[in-house]
T-cell receptor, first 117, second 111 residues
Framework: DSGVTQTPKHLITATGQRVTLRCSPR?????VYWYQQSLDQGLQFLIQ???????AKGNILERFSAQQFPDLHSELNLSSLELGDSALYFC????????????????FGPGTRLTVL | SQQGEEDPQALSIQEGENATMNCSYK?????LQWYRQNSGRGLVHLIL?????REKHSGRLRVTLDTSKKSSSLLITASRAADTASYFC???????????FGPGTRLSVLP
């Protein structure tokens, strides 16, 4: 158990809908990362938040957005869902040094499996 | 495009043998990390090697990093059936950001 929790575990929805995935980082970790894992695209980094602020952006679509709240939990919002959005969505957390230019071990949650029908 | 590329894509060995996986990347990095993923589950961090390090050990794991060749290798010695999993290398750029995972090597250890 990594200490990172994600809800829900499974989500089945229809095209065009909007869903919210939730992540609680390990106690003490300030950074949260979101990843998408699909069979054809592999594991793709979406976005990182550090202590409530967006810190790095990867291959995140405009239909997707995220935020990190004062209690450090994070939510990933996926809207106008398409069939191709079906994937495993992972959240990870890390301590993250305040010194810019370093990166730390990331601890992954169990993932949310999203199925878009 | 993928920063990290693992090789081979799949590897099948007998229990007790050593398994070697390679990772190549394209740009300058801050560090390189190896992760393991059991089928459909979250990734588990194995080891991190910084750009100024050449070799690192952790239990049965040995990781090397050659920044001149932009490559890394992960060696698992005396493999066990429980080592069956996918192994990913991940890199972060010189700002410690833009994490990129390779497509992974699927390791099968046969009893």
């Amino acid at each position: 158990d990594s200490g990172v929790t994600q809800t829900p575990k499974h989500l089945i929805t229809a095209t065009g809908q909007r869903v919210t995935l939730r992540c609680s980082p390990r106690s003490g970790d300030l950074s949260v990362y979101w990843y998408q894992q699909s069979l054809d695209q592999g594991l793709q980094f979406l976005i990182q938040y550090y202590n409530g602020e967006e810190r790095a952006k990867g291959n995140i679509l405009e239909r997707f957005s995220a935020q990190q709240f004062p209690d450090l939990h994070s939510e990933l919002n996926l809207s106008s869902l398409e069939l191709g959005d079906s994937a495993l969505y992972f959240c990870a957390s890390s301590v993250t040094s305040e010194i810019f230019g370093t990166s730390d071990t990331q601890y992954f949650g169990p993932g949310t499996r999203l199925t878009v029908l | 495009s993928q920063q990290g590329e693992e090789d081979p894509q799949a590897l099948s060995i007998q229990e007790g043998e050593n398994a070697t996986m390679n990772c190549s990347y394209k740009t300058s990095i801050n560090n390189l990390q190896w992760y393991r993923q059991n089928s459909g589950r979250g990734l588990v961090h194995l080891i991190l090697i910084r750009s100024n390090e050449r070799e690192k050990h952790s239990g049965r794991l040995r990781v090397t990093l050659d920044t001149s060749k932009k490559s890394s290798s992960l060696l698992i010695t005396a493999s066990r059936a429980a080592d069956t999993a996918s192994y990913f290398c991940a890199t972060a750029d010189n700002y410690g950001q833009n994490f990129v995972f390779g497509p992974g090597t699927r390791l099968s250890v046969l009893p």
